[in-house]
């Protein structure tokens, strides 16, 4: 029985990592063929991350492992989740591409790949930021759900050609 309740609890996790690999996709594939959402919002800050030769799985696979609450704030978090049952990982995009958008001006700044690292994973600014602040911005950028399923479609066709 154990070996059982054991192969099932490993193909949740594999489940799991793969969910979270078509997130870091669409948020910024980086293909020939489509862009992500981060270059389609914000090209500067694309810019800026690719020019550091930064990879979103080094700074954003937590947040779409732990839908934010590992990194952002109780208030900010109960949001992400309240948002992710109406809305589904369309919020976790907001969310995402809210973080860069006010952490664009800084990193613009530095010129290091660990300091822009660092600075990626750092979470303090949101301390003074109020979640009802964040969250309007975050709303306030549109997210086509076509374009996002797209990019998903994407990947898991290029998985599939690959395997």
Known sequence: ????????????????VSRVRVNLYVFDSKSAANVGLLQDEFKVMHRLITDNEIEPIQYASSWFLTLFCGNLHFEYCMRVLECYVVEGDKVLYRVALT????????VKA?????LVLM??????????????????????????????????????EQRKSSD
């Open 1 to 16: 029985m154990h070996s059982i309740l054991k192969g099932r609890r490993h193909q949740e996790l594999l489940a799991e």
């Open 119 to 156: 600075y990626l994973k750092d979470y303090s600014e949101f301390e003074t930021i109020s979640p009802e602040e964040f969250f309007q911005q975050a709303f306030a950028l549109r997210l086509s759900k076509s374009t996002i399923e797209s990019y998903g479609k994407e990947y898991l």
């Open 99 to 106: 973080i860069m958008k006010y952490k664009k001006r800084k």
């Open 110 to 114: 530095l010129a290091d790949f660990d």
